[in-house]
């Protein structure tokens, strides 16, 4: 068997710049991997400190791109990885920002470039909102890496039909399914003094414990489909409060939309609690844990790694069965899954979005009210992390397919 002595992760999210759950999972599984091999890491969002990140480098954009569309400043910083990655037996690039400096690693070095699926940009058409022109580009870059990696790694099987789909010059035997992971000692319901302290944070962010409340949390981009769930909000019972930790908006335009939504919501009934700044994790938990049930509305999620958050502190999921989330989320089981039709174009839009927003609304009201059921499938969800969702089982599975692929490439 071929031995994999040093793998270089390559990413654009890494501590203390996460944004989403990709930088969750590079995170996690760069910890569980350090246990087995040599891992180093290489991010953006500039320099970190060696003592603080040991086996960490952090590049900025380059001064000569400042200013230029983003896109070409991620390539920019593409660039000066793949030079930096000499040394390394194989390589392991995680989303569109990082699949560049992968390929071009693996190409410069001669070693294979294993890439994580998290998501698609033919699936994310109004990243064009973002990006303009470098929309383009960065469709460009994914389907490059792709095409040109060793081995590709789905976060769950609904994502590995839509990579073949998306991309079918790629041999379906070298795409592989290794499911996201939890950190089921740093995610669990607080006990004690720290449930004491949970309760003075939650209410302190205006959340009345001893109400029943729904929480979502997730970036505002239009693949986390909360428009939709706002629109869902006003067909609640006003006894369910509803607590959104949404920030890090994808473009002005969605945030001044969420916003005036919010706005409205916020003047026609109570209990609406908008948290807009990251909160780490602790506080978090501490907002999960003060709530009821989960929620996560998108209409494309290749599995949602915020599921597994809320699952792990012990609450039910109501989540549209979507891409991966049916793989999280056990129907009647662990939550309710909300079925509904969509458009095939890549933007996901529910073909009868009334429909979708009253189904929505229907399965909330049914779980969020209903004590028994809550105490029941909360129990249930944190069974299912601790049984499908570890990382030492995650790491394992990542480490094998690196070794399927070096040997292929022998």
Known sequence: MVMCVRV??????????????????????AAVLRKHIDVRVHCFDGPRDSATYPGVTGYSVPQELAGDNPALQTFGV???????????????SHTWYANLGGHLAGLLHGIPHVLSAHSLEPLRPWKAEQLGGGYRLSGWAERTAYEGAAGVIAVSHGMRDDIVRSYP????????????GIDLAGWQRPVGEAAVRARD????????????????VGRITRQKGLPYLLRAVRLLPTEIQVVLCAGAPDTPEIADEVASAVAQLQTERDGVIWITDMLPREQLIAVLANCTAFVCPSVYEPLGI????AMAVGLPVIGSATGGIPEVVADGETGVLVHFDQL????????????????????????VLDPHKVSVMGKAARKRVEDH????????????VYQRVLEQSQ
């Open 8 to 29: 270089d992760l390559v990413t654009r999210e890494y501590p203390p710049h996460i944004y989403g759950g990709a930088g969750v999972h590079v995170t996690e599984l």
């Open 78 to 92: 593409d660039l000066a990885i793949a030079q930096n990655v000499a040394g390394a037996d194989l390589v392991h």
């Open 169 to 180: 010059f790629i041999d379906p035997a070298k795409v592989h399914v290794v499911h996201n």
């Open 201 to 216: 944070f939650a209410i302190s962010r205006g959340i009345d414990p001893d109400r029943p409340a729904l929480v979502f």
């Open 306 to 309: 915020v599921n597994l958050e």
């Open 344 to 367: 095939t174009d890549g933007t996901g839009t529910p073909t009868d979005p009334e429909r979708f927003v009253a189904d929505l609304a229907a399965a909330i009201s049914g779980l």
């Open 389 to 400: 969702f570890s990382w030492l089982a995650i790491g394992a599975r990542t480490i094998d």
